[in-house]
């Protein structure tokens, strides 16, 4: 029998899990998700030039709790996702390979993320009419 020298793939288990996968994992995620969310807004375009009738059913559909949950993640995701993007170019540009300084851009992509997310939310919900 011969001995294949080749190297062997490493078991899931020989990787320790790290912030940085998380946020590059949910990068892609979020970019998953806005791409099927913005569906609702081309139904959203649809209704708006299709007329009155179906303007008033897609804001009735939008409006609704459902409809306003996905809104919420579209507008999380978004921030997320433009936030995650600007650490990749970073990442392009040689910044932030050290672990420390990984860590610590991940977590600000998360909590800017948040904050951005929650600052456009409480705008919108502030200054839309839902009902």
């Keep these: 029998m011969t001995v294949n020298p080749r190297p062997l793939s490493p078991h899931l288990q020989v990787y320790r899990f790290f912030p940085a996968m998380a946020v590059s994992i949910l990068h892609r995620a979020s970019g998953v998700f806005l791409s099927l969310a913005s ?6 375009l649809l209704a708006v ?6 303007y008033a059913a897609a ?6 709790l ?30 932030g390979f050290d672990l420390p300084v990984a860590r ?28």
Excluded at 49 to 54: C, K
Excluded at 71 to 82: G, M, N, S
């Design 104 to 131: 610590r851009i991940g977590f600000a992509v998360v909590a800017l993320a948040v904050l951005a997310a929650a600052a456009t939310l409480a705008a919108a919900w502030r200054y839309l009419d839902w009902s």
């Design 66 to 95: 459902p409809g306003r949950l996905v809104i919420a993640a579209a507008v999380i995701a978004f921030w997320y996702h433009l936030l995650a993007g600007l650490r990749h170019l970073l990442l392009d540009a040689g910044i």
């Design 49 to 54: 030039a299709n007329g009155p009738d179906a």
């Design 39 to 44: 569906l609702l807004l081309v139904y959203w």
């Design 59 to 64: 804001s009735q559909i939008l409006a609704s």
